[in-house]
């Protein structure tokens, strides 16, 4: 999942590191000392997925001065999400995998609506 977390990231944003994102992890969702990966049993209602009703995955890009002048220039996508990422953004995979280490969603419905 580290690897799904850090894929598009510009190689030197700060604490999009293999080990920083571990670190802030542990820091935040771990249940005494261990990240956690929940698994319901499901039923016939939700297709045996354990999943019921909708969660939503969230992506904000606030437009910073940098970003308007990469835009008027025509940058390209890639170079626009690197500017954005370095002013925080967090991208929709990001967001889901955060809400499958707090047990609301699973990484195979993460990774089956987020098109990274």
Not at 6 to 14: M, Q, T
Not at 46 to 67: A, I
């Amino acid at each position: 999942m580290v690897a799904d977390y850090v894929r598009g990231a510009p190689a030197d944003l700060p604490g999009l590191t293999r080990d920083a994102v571990l670190a802030d992890w542990q820091t935040r969702f771990a249940k005494d000392g261990h990240l956690m990966i929940y698994k319901s049993a499901g039923c016939k209602r939700c297709s045996q997925k354990g999943l019921r009703g909708r969660l939503g995955l969230h992506e904000l890009m606030t437009n910073s001065r940098e970003l308007r002048r990469m835009i008027q220039k025509r940058a390209a996508p890639s170079e626009l999400q690197a500017c954005a990422m370095f002013d925080g953004l967090r991208t929709l995979r990001q967001d889901g995998i955060e809400k499958v280490l707090q047990g609301l969603t699973s990484i195979e419905e993460v990774r089956a609506t987020s098109n990274e």
